[in-house]
Protein backbone atom coordinates (compact mmCIF):
# COMPACT_ATOMS: atom_id res chain seq x y z
CA UNK A 1 0.00 0.00 0.00
CA UNK A 2 1.20 2.96 -0.92
CA UNK A 3 -0.56 5.28 1.94
CA UNK A 4 -1.12 4.38 5.88
CA UNK A 5 -4.18 6.65 6.48
CA UNK A 6 -6.93 8.33 3.76
CA UNK A 7 -9.27 10.35 3.95
CA UNK A 8 -12.19 9.12 1.09
CA UNK A 9 -14.36 11.95 0.35
CA UNK A 10 -17.91 10.14 -1.38
CA UNK A 11 -20.48 13.00 -2.30
CA UNK A 12 -23.70 12.72 -1.26
CA UNK A 13 -24.96 12.46 -5.21
CA UNK A 14 -23.00 9.69 -5.97
CA UNK A 15 -24.62 7.09 -3.06
CA UNK A 16 -27.74 7.91 -5.79
CA UNK A 17 -26.98 5.73 -8.50
CA UNK A 18 -29.55 6.18 -11.19
CA UNK A 19 -32.27 7.85 -9.26
CA UNK A 20 -33.18 11.21 -8.60
CA UNK A 21 -32.93 11.67 -4.82
CA UNK A 22 -32.15 9.51 -2.05
CA UNK A 23 -29.73 6.17 -1.62
CA UNK A 24 -29.56 3.67 -4.10
CA UNK A 25 -28.68 0.89 -1.80
CA UNK A 26 -26.96 -1.17 -4.36
CA UNK A 27 -24.61 1.88 -4.65
CA UNK A 28 -23.53 2.00 -0.84
CA UNK A 29 -23.20 -1.92 -1.08
CA UNK A 30 -21.02 -1.30 -3.52
CA UNK A 31 -18.29 1.18 -2.13
CA UNK A 32 -18.86 -0.82 1.46
CA UNK A 33 -17.32 -3.90 -0.56
CA UNK A 34 -14.53 -1.42 -2.09
CA UNK A 35 -13.63 0.12 1.27
CA UNK A 36 -13.19 -3.76 2.20
CA UNK A 37 -10.71 -4.71 0.02
CA UNK A 38 -8.08 -1.95 1.21
CA UNK A 39 -9.18 -2.17 4.55
CA UNK A 40 -8.07 -6.03 4.50
CA UNK A 41 -4.79 -4.66 3.82
CA UNK A 42 -4.25 -2.84 6.52
CA UNK A 43 -5.12 0.57 5.18
CA UNK A 44 -6.72 3.28 8.15
CA UNK A 45 -9.82 4.54 6.71
CA UNK A 46 -11.75 7.41 7.08
CA UNK A 47 -14.45 8.62 5.44
CA UNK A 48 -16.33 11.75 5.14
CA UNK A 49 -19.83 11.89 2.96
CA UNK A 50 -21.56 14.43 1.71
CA UNK A 51 -25.48 15.12 1.73
CA UNK A 52 -26.01 16.74 -1.57
CA UNK A 53 -28.78 13.56 -2.71
CA UNK A 54 -30.90 14.75 0.17
CA UNK A 55 -30.39 18.48 0.50
CA UNK A 56 -28.65 21.21 -0.64
CA UNK A 57 -28.27 24.58 2.08
CA UNK A 58 -27.32 26.60 -1.23
CA UNK A 59 -30.04 25.45 -3.49
CA UNK A 60 -32.39 25.99 -0.32
CA UNK A 61 -31.83 29.23 0.37
CA UNK A 62 -32.25 30.02 -3.56
CA UNK A 63 -35.98 28.97 -3.09
CA UNK A 64 -35.97 31.59 -0.02
CA UNK A 65 -35.19 29.52 3.06
CA UNK A 66 -32.62 31.10 5.35
CA UNK A 67 -29.10 29.86 4.61
CA UNK A 68 -27.48 28.82 7.77
CA UNK A 69 -31.17 26.97 8.64
CA UNK A 70 -31.00 25.25 5.23
CA UNK A 71 -27.26 24.54 5.77
CA UNK A 72 -27.93 22.98 9.12
CA UNK A 73 -30.30 21.00 7.42
CA UNK A 74 -27.55 19.79 4.82
CA UNK A 75 -25.33 18.56 7.38
CA UNK A 76 -28.25 16.19 9.08
CA UNK A 77 -28.57 14.81 5.85
CA UNK A 78 -24.98 13.80 5.43
CA UNK A 79 -25.19 11.86 8.80
CA UNK A 80 -28.21 10.02 7.23
CA UNK A 81 -25.66 9.24 4.35
CA UNK A 82 -23.19 8.32 6.75
CA UNK A 83 -25.63 5.66 9.22
CA UNK A 84 -26.27 4.34 5.59
CA UNK A 85 -22.40 3.75 4.83
CA UNK A 86 -21.88 2.60 8.59
CA UNK A 87 -24.57 -0.25 8.04
CA UNK A 88 -23.04 -1.64 4.58
CA UNK A 89 -19.45 -1.94 6.38
CA UNK A 90 -20.63 -3.40 9.32
CA UNK A 91 -22.99 -6.09 7.38
CA UNK A 92 -19.15 -6.44 5.65
CA UNK A 93 -17.75 -7.51 8.62
CA UNK A 94 -16.01 -4.29 9.51
CA UNK A 95 -15.52 -2.31 12.81
CA UNK A 96 -17.34 1.77 12.40
CA UNK A 97 -17.35 4.44 14.52
CA UNK A 98 -19.37 7.65 12.83
CA UNK A 99 -18.30 10.61 14.67
CA UNK A 100 -20.10 14.00 14.18
CA UNK A 101 -19.39 17.71 14.55
CA UNK A 102 -23.05 18.02 15.98
CA UNK A 103 -23.64 15.83 18.83
CA UNK A 104 -26.28 13.88 18.02
CA UNK A 105 -25.09 10.64 21.33
CA UNK A 106 -28.17 8.25 20.54
CA UNK A 107 -26.31 7.24 17.55
CA UNK A 108 -23.28 8.51 17.43
CA UNK A 109 -20.27 9.57 19.32
CA UNK A 110 -19.10 13.28 19.33
CA UNK A 111 -16.16 14.39 17.13
CA UNK A 112 -12.84 13.83 19.43
CA UNK A 113 -9.33 14.19 17.22
CA UNK A 114 -7.59 12.11 19.66
CA UNK A 115 -10.51 9.53 19.92
CA UNK A 116 -10.84 9.34 15.77
CA UNK A 117 -7.26 8.89 16.01
CA UNK A 118 -7.65 6.28 18.63
CA UNK A 119 -10.20 4.22 16.34
CA UNK A 120 -7.99 4.56 13.55
CA UNK A 121 -5.43 3.35 15.13
CA UNK A 122 -7.39 0.24 16.11
CA UNK A 123 -8.09 -0.72 12.78
CA UNK A 124 -11.74 0.65 12.69
CA UNK A 125 -13.22 2.63 10.02
CA UNK A 126 -14.00 6.17 10.79
CA UNK A 127 -16.69 7.88 9.09
CA UNK A 128 -17.29 11.55 10.29
CA UNK A 129 -20.49 12.96 9.63
CA UNK A 130 -22.45 16.87 10.00
CA UNK A 131 -19.48 18.21 8.03
CA UNK A 132 -17.43 20.78 9.82
CA UNK A 133 -20.50 21.36 11.92
CA UNK A 134 -20.82 24.80 10.73
CA UNK A 135 -23.28 26.72 8.26
CA UNK A 136 -21.40 28.28 5.01
CA UNK A 137 -19.09 25.23 4.71
CA UNK A 138 -19.36 21.85 2.47
CA UNK A 139 -17.92 18.43 2.92
CA UNK A 140 -14.91 19.20 0.78
CA UNK A 141 -14.01 21.15 3.50
CA UNK A 142 -15.04 19.18 5.97
CA UNK A 143 -13.04 16.29 4.67
CA UNK A 144 -9.71 18.63 3.92
CA UNK A 145 -10.09 19.75 7.61
CA UNK A 146 -10.53 16.18 9.10
CA UNK A 147 -7.57 15.09 6.83
CA UNK A 148 -5.55 17.46 8.26
CA UNK A 149 -6.34 16.90 11.91
CA UNK A 150 -6.01 13.02 11.94
CA UNK A 151 -2.41 13.83 9.57
CA UNK A 152 -4.06 11.67 6.60
CA UNK A 153 -1.40 10.96 3.75
CA UNK A 154 -3.65 12.23 1.15
CA UNK A 155 -7.71 13.10 0.06
CA UNK A 156 -9.63 10.72 -2.42
CA UNK A 157 -11.98 12.38 -3.51
CA UNK A 158 -13.98 9.39 -5.01
CA UNK A 159 -16.51 10.95 -7.90
CA UNK A 160 -18.53 9.59 -11.26
CA UNK A 161 -15.96 10.77 -13.30
CA UNK A 162 -12.32 9.54 -13.95
CA UNK A 163 -10.33 12.88 -12.99
CA UNK A 164 -9.79 16.42 -13.90
CA UNK A 165 -10.18 17.74 -17.30
CA UNK A 166 -8.86 20.36 -19.62
CA UNK A 167 -13.18 21.16 -20.11
CA UNK A 168 -16.13 19.36 -19.48
CA UNK A 169 -15.92 15.71 -20.94
CA UNK A 170 -19.75 15.63 -21.44
CA UNK A 171 -20.02 18.57 -22.95
CA UNK A 172 -16.34 18.84 -25.22
CA UNK A 173 -15.41 15.68 -26.98
CA UNK A 174 -11.73 16.83 -27.23
CA UNK A 175 -11.54 17.18 -23.11
CA UNK A 176 -8.37 15.45 -21.96
CA UNK A 177 -7.52 14.30 -18.45
CA UNK A 178 -4.72 15.71 -16.43
CA UNK A 179 -2.94 12.85 -14.69
CA UNK A 180 -0.86 15.30 -12.10
CA UNK A 181 -1.51 18.72 -11.57
CA UNK A 182 -0.04 21.45 -9.07
CA UNK A 183 -2.45 23.63 -6.90
CA UNK A 184 -1.01 26.23 -8.65
CA UNK A 185 -1.50 25.18 -12.09
CA UNK A 186 -5.68 24.54 -10.78
CA UNK A 187 -5.56 27.98 -10.02
CA UNK A 188 -3.84 28.77 -13.31
CA UNK A 189 -6.46 27.02 -15.41
CA UNK A 190 -9.37 27.52 -13.55
CA UNK A 191 -9.95 23.88 -12.63
CA UNK A 192 -12.85 22.91 -10.39
CA UNK A 193 -11.25 20.17 -7.97
CA UNK A 194 -12.77 21.41 -4.36
CA UNK A 195 -14.07 24.54 -3.77
CA UNK A 196 -11.77 27.32 -2.60
CA UNK A 197 -12.07 26.85 1.41
CA UNK A 198 -11.24 23.17 0.75
CA UNK A 199 -8.70 23.69 -2.10
CA UNK A 200 -6.57 26.20 -0.21
CA UNK A 201 -6.93 24.17 3.32
CA UNK A 202 -5.10 21.19 1.28
CA UNK A 203 -2.59 23.33 -0.17
CA UNK A 204 -1.29 25.21 2.72
CA UNK A 205 -1.44 21.77 4.50
CA UNK A 206 0.56 20.68 1.65
CA UNK A 207 -1.93 17.71 1.75
CA UNK A 208 -2.17 15.67 -1.74
CA UNK A 209 -5.41 15.33 -3.50
CA UNK A 210 -6.50 12.31 -5.75
CA UNK A 211 -9.80 12.58 -7.89
CA UNK A 212 -10.83 9.52 -9.05
CA UNK A 213 -13.71 7.31 -10.56
CA UNK A 214 -14.95 5.69 -7.15
CA UNK A 215 -17.59 3.75 -9.38
CA UNK A 216 -15.44 1.55 -11.42
CA UNK A 217 -14.67 -1.75 -9.62
CA UNK A 218 -11.21 -2.35 -8.14
CA UNK A 219 -10.42 2.09 -8.52
CA UNK A 220 -10.13 1.94 -5.00
CA UNK A 221 -7.54 -0.36 -4.30
CA UNK A 222 -5.76 0.93 -7.63
CA UNK A 223 -5.29 4.33 -6.50
CA UNK A 224 -4.43 2.89 -2.68
CA UNK A 225 -1.64 0.99 -4.49
CA UNK A 226 -0.17 3.44 -6.13
CA UNK A 227 -1.51 3.00 -9.86
CA UNK A 228 -1.87 6.23 -12.10
CA UNK A 229 -5.20 6.24 -12.30
CA UNK A 230 -7.29 9.75 -12.07
CA UNK A 231 -5.82 12.88 -10.79
CA UNK A 232 -3.25 13.94 -8.47
CA UNK A 233 -2.65 17.44 -7.30
CA UNK A 234 -0.05 18.11 -5.19
CA UNK A 235 2.89 20.03 -4.76
N1 LIG B 1 -22.93 21.65 5.02
C1 LIG B 1 -22.63 22.72 5.86
N2 LIG B 1 -21.43 22.71 6.53
C2 LIG B 1 -20.50 21.73 6.36
C3 LIG B 1 -20.80 20.68 5.47
C4 LIG B 1 -22.02 20.66 4.82
O1 LIG B 1 -23.42 23.62 6.04
O2 LIG B 1 -19.44 21.78 6.99
C5 LIG B 1 -24.27 21.59 4.38
C6 LIG B 1 -24.45 22.47 3.16
O3 LIG B 1 -25.76 22.98 3.18
C7 LIG B 1 -24.33 21.49 2.00
C8 LIG B 1 -24.93 20.23 2.58
O4 LIG B 1 -24.53 20.26 3.96
O5 LIG B 1 -25.03 21.93 0.87
C9 LIG B 1 -24.47 18.95 1.93
O6 LIG B 1 -23.08 18.91 1.80
P1 LIG B 1 -22.33 19.02 0.37
O7 LIG B 1 -23.07 19.96 -0.51
O8 LIG B 1 -20.90 19.30 0.65
O9 LIG B 1 -22.51 17.55 -0.17
P2 LIG B 1 -22.03 16.87 -1.54
O10 LIG B 1 -21.99 17.95 -2.60
O11 LIG B 1 -20.67 16.30 -1.30
O12 LIG B 1 -23.06 15.81 -1.77
Known amino acids: ??????LLKLSGESLMG???????????NQYAKEIKTVHDKGLEIAIVIGGGNIFRGLSAEKSGMDRAQADYMGMLATVINSMALQDALEKVGIKTR???AIKMEQICEP???????RHLEKGRVVIFGAG???????TDSAAALRAIEIKADIVL???RVDGIYTADPEKDATATR????SFKEVYANNLNVMDMTAFTLCEENELPIIVFDMNKTGNLMKVTDGEEIGTLVAG
Not at 132 to 138: H, L, R
Open 157 to 159: KGT
Open 132 to 138: TGNPYFT
Open 18 to 28: DKQYGIDNEVV
Open 111 to 117: FIRRRAV
Open 1 to 6: MKYKRI
Open 178 to 181: YKNL
Open 98 to 100: LLT
